[in-house]
């Protein structure tokens, strides 16, 4: 086989890929919208879901979920910015990045059912705080604390040494050198890294099915010890009974809700990180 | 131009000069590389110190040394000793951050923070004290003329200090060190960006600016050293080779390394 053949080839191979991936995307997308759209008006978003959610709306699994992810972002971000702080400015020795990255990677790799059973074992079982949608949002951030630990550390690393020695020199300490010159340049790393763990938590269900969610008769909890109902959980409660076909009906119309929740951070991720670039791109 | 470095390089002879700085026994280490062996210089007050050498001899590492600036590379170690106005920079309560407003940096690439002109003349004394209004227009204009951009500039301070030409943000970093009012100014081949015209400009600046501060210069371009140079420090391969005079050491330098690197730019240590 000759060269250029050799790399025609490979171009062709590459653009399967990427029409193969797209075309996944697509067909799912296509799929949901096509089953979803129907089951969608003005009560569906409006109302309390009924009758195991075989009837009436989805309004209170939407506020569950959306309650819910905000507090694990809120939980997250500091914990996240500060251990960014501490790998960018404070670790000098290459080793000791190296075990922070290996042990950064392994949070990020446990399987999320894992989260859910130690959630229930420490926060429920050990701790005794019940069943509540605030230990969903622990667990939650626990789970999203590794992207945007790696997205806040890569936007305050990327900020050229210059920088730093340039203020250090004019007398600042380390910590105005962080807070005037790092953070700010730093913080629209942790908000995109941020939006992109929420886009993953709204969709998460494994972890939150049994410490923080209740299946059906919740509304909007009056306290931090409640449980809530969300739209991952609901969608498997309303998959179970699958056999009836307004439920069934509700699944797709709830799955196109919160594929369209998870889009919609990922698209604002995307516009953040476009309109704060830091100093390195300029 | 000429006559002018001249007048002012003949009015200080005759008068004693004392060292601000000095540097004893200087050992540097990078990891297993020993980058400064054993360096022995002193920098007189008020008076331009150029520090040359080939590149990769230590030149930069040396003047990082003395405000401390070289603290956070991976593996240094430190040896030896820095006088700065009588007491040593190296003990481990020195406070560094007052140090540094004391000994400022300028350094190669023009490096001006994401803000306007104004903001980034004050961005070092303002965090060092309080000020007011007034006191902040006085400190810009002040500076800014300094440096010779305050005629550019004066009419547009609020906007965004990285439009500014590359030579012009250079003496807008100048003019941000000159406001913390430090005593030595340590400047990292300042002008090695920078096209010719605004290397004479900072060249002639230094020459008025040691009126008032001490300056050390590193430079790898010896035509510059022999323009502003007082004092000369000559270093190859992390030794010192040769100090004193400037122009004493240009028209008659005592080692054969220092003739052959004035001669060639070319040192075989």
């Known amino acids: 086989m000759n060269r250029q053949l050799k790399n025609k080839l490979f171009t062709y191979a590459t653009w399967i890929a990427v029409i193969l991936s797209t075309t996944i995307l697509f067909f799912l997308f296509g799929v949901i919208l096509w089953n979803g759209l129907p089951a969608i008006d003005f009560n569906f978003l409006s109302q309390a879901s009924s009758n195991f959610g075989a009837s009436g709306g989805i309004i209170y699994q939407i506020a569950g979920s959306v309650l819910m992810v905000l507090f694990s972002a809120l939980i997250c971000l500091p914990v996240a910015i500060g251990t960014a702080i501490f790998k960018s400015e404070y670790v000098i020795s290459k080793k000791l990045h190296a075990i922070i990255n290996t042990l950064i990677y392994s949070l990020n790799g446990i399987p999320s059912v894992i989260f859910g059973i130690f959630g229930l074992i420490l926060f429920v079982n050990i701790l005794g705080m019940g069943i509540s949608w605030i230990v969903g949002s622990i667990i939650l951030a626990m789970m999203i604390l590794p992207t945007v630990t790696l997205s806040t550390y890569h936007s305050i690393n990327s900020i050229p040494t210059v920088y730093r020695e340039s203020s250090l020199s004019l007398g600042l300490t380390k910590w105005q050198v962080i807070r005037k010159v790092l953070l700010p340049q730093g913080f629209s790393g942790a908000v995109t890294g941020l939006l992109i763990g929420v886009a993953r938590a709204i969709g998460e269900t494994a972890p939150i099915m049994f410490i923080a969610t209740a299946f059906s008769g919740v509304a909007f909890p009056n306290s931090f010890s409640e449980p809530v109902s969300t739209l991952p959980t609901h969608i498997l409660a309303l998959a179970q009974q699958a056999t009836n076909p307004d439920a069934l009906q509700n699944a797709w119309g709830s799955s196109l809700v919160l594929v369209t929740l998870v889009v919609l951070f990922s698209i604002s991720a995307l516009c953040f990180r476009l309109k704060h670039q830091t100093i390195s791109k300029r | ?269």
């Open chain 2, 1 to 269: 131009m000429e006559q002018h470095i001249l007048k002012s390089k003949l009015s200080v002879v005759g008068k004693t000069t004392e060292d601000i700085i000095k540097l004893e026994g200087l050992h540097i280490w990078i990891k297993e590389n020993h980058i400064l062996d054993a360096i022995d210089v002193n920098i007189p007050k008020n008076k331009i110190t150029c520090i040359i050498g080939p590149s990769g001899s230590g030149k930069s590492t040396l003047i990082r040394s003395i405000n401390r600036i070289n603290d956070d590379v991976d593996g240094i170690t430190t040896q030896g000793n820095i006088n700065f106005n009588g007491s040593s920079i190296l003990t481990s309560d020195t406070d560094i951050a007052s140090l540094r407003t004391q000994i400022g940096m300028v350094f190669q690439k023009p490096c001006v923070f994401p803000k306007s002109i104004k903001e980034n003349v004050l961005f070092g004394i303002r965090h060092l004290k309080k000020l007011s209004k007034i006191e902040k227009l006085q400190i810009v204009e002040e500076n800014l003329k300094t440096v010779s951009l305050w005629k550019e500039v004066s009419h547009r301070l609020n906007d965004k200090a990285i439009s500014l030409s590359i030579g012009q943000q250079q003496r807008l970093c100048i003019a941000r060190t000159l406001a913390v009012k430090p005593e030595v100014i340590l400047l990292d081949e300042p002008t090695s960006s920078l096209d010719p015209l605004s290397t004479r400009a900072i060249e002639d600046m230094m020459v008025k600016l040691k009126e008032e501060y001490t300056i050390v210069f590193v430079t790898h371009n010896i035509q510059q050293a022999k323009r502003i140079a007082d004092h000369l420090i000559f270093i190859c391969d992390g030794k010192l080779i040769e100090q004193g005079n400037a122009s004493a050491l240009f028209s008659c330098p005592q080692n054969s390394q220092t003739k052959a690197y004035l001669k060639d730019q070319y040192c075989a240590c």
